[in-house]
């Protein structure tokens, strides 16, 4: 099993950026896929971005492509994902998982219940 910490929530005004950080401990990091989700008060928690183990790959949902990065430095064990141009309705907790029922997969899943690992996420509010 894989432990997930994520770090670099805040406040922030509509316009601007933040980079989230999730640390991770396990001998396995590097062949999970990676991936970000976000929960708003009274919402689903919904996809993000998703990276592949060797991080050759990415996959954002449609409302942050152009804005949002995920990427990853598997020597540091860390996943990241930078956002900017932030809007009010990015508000939410943001929650790192990891894909760990499969090992150097080259399918980015997208779905909540396909990850079996998580943290307990970092708050991100944008004002207007």
Not at 3 to 29: D, I
Not at 38 to 64: H, K, L, M
Request: glycine share 10%.
């Amino acid at each position: 099993q894989v432990q997930l910490v994520e770090s670099g929530g805040g406040l922030v005004q509509a316009g601007g950026s933040l980079t989230l950080s999730c640390a991770t401990s396990g001998r396995t990091f590097s062949a999970y896929n990676m991936a970000w989700f976000r929960q708003a008060p009274g919402e689903e928690r919904e996809f993000v971005a998703a990276i592949r183990w060797s991080g050759s790959s990415t996959y954002y949902a449609d409302f942050v492509k152009g804005r949002f990065t995920i990427s990853r430095d598997n020597a540091k064990k860390t996943v990241y994902l930078q956002m900017h141009v932030l809007k009010p309705e990015d508000t939410a907790v943001y929650h790192c998982a990891a894909d760990s029922s499969q090992v150097n997969s080259d399918y980015l899943r997208k779905s909540v219940y396909e990850y079996g690992s998580w943290g307990r996420g970092t708050q991100v509010t944008v004002s207007s």
